[in-house]
């Protein structure tokens, strides 16, 4: 079993859609848990970082993080055709493990 | 300006050629990484330095070799030994200790075989 399971994809949605993107995770030790934005033939993008349990909010970003369930999401509000990309979930036990990357696109 | 650089964006290698792809950063983080990307496959983790002169192997090392002499550098050369070096190569860095800990990267080096 992988330590981190993240969903490929690709999700496509029209402009204004609310999307919610996820990843679980088997390891409970997991304690800080991130969400990164990479564009094509780009480095990915730190987007946001939450610590144990929980939500946070940036924007039209918000990250929510279920550690009874092992589940981690990231929903994006009004969605924008600059929010397509890829979106890679990643955590931080004794070391990083990141998802495989969810690709989603934003039709005008 | 903060950040990470890598260099060059594009590298070409011929067979039997070691290339080096260089890393360097100026935001003082204390380790740095090295991470293959291939379509489809996420992230893989090369190589990993926490400090200076000294550097741990990932989950995939064979074929590349590194050194971390200065904090700020950390070169990665990919070797004749790796058979399959086309890949898109990204390096990390993050702060050790201090409650927070982050990976931030750079933009990037994609390297293609003739």
């Known amino acids: 079993q992988k330590e981190v399971e993240q969903d490929p994809g690709p999700l496509s949605v029209p402009e204004g859609a609310i999307v919610s993107l996820n990843c679980t995770y088997s390891?409970?030790?997991?304690?800080?848990f991130m969400w990164y934005r990479q564009y094509s033939r780009k480095g990915p993008e730190l987007l946001m970082y939450t610590y144990s349990s929980g939500n946070k909010e940036d924007g039209r970003f918000t990250a929510q993080v279920d550690k009874s369930s092992k589940y981690i999401s990231l929903f994006i509000r009004d969605s924008q055709p600059s929010d397509s990309a890829t979106y890679l979930c990643?955590?931080?036990?004794?070391?990083?493990?990141f998802g495989t990357g969810t690709s989603l696109t934003v039709i005008p | 300006d903060g950040g990470i650089t890598q260099s060059p964006k594009y590298l070409f290698r011929k067979e039997g050629q070691n290339v080096t792809l260089s890393c360097e950063q100026n935001l003082n983080h204390d380790a740095m990484y090295w991470y293959r990307q291939d379509p489809g496959q996420g992230l893989r983790l090369i190589y990993y330095s926490q400090i200076v002169n000294d550097f741990q192997k990932g989950d995939i090392a064979e074929g590349y070799s590194v050194s971390r002499e200065k904090k700020e550098s950390f070169p990665l050369t990919v070797t004749s030994a790796q058979k399959n070096p086309t890949a898109f190569y990204l390096c990390a860095t993050s702060s050790l200790g201090g409650g927070l800990e982050t990976q931030y990267f750079g933009p990037g080096t994609r390297l293609l075989v003739l």
């Open positions: 990643a955590m931080n036990g004794n070391q990083f493990y």
């Open positions: 390891n409970s030790a997991f304690q800080y």
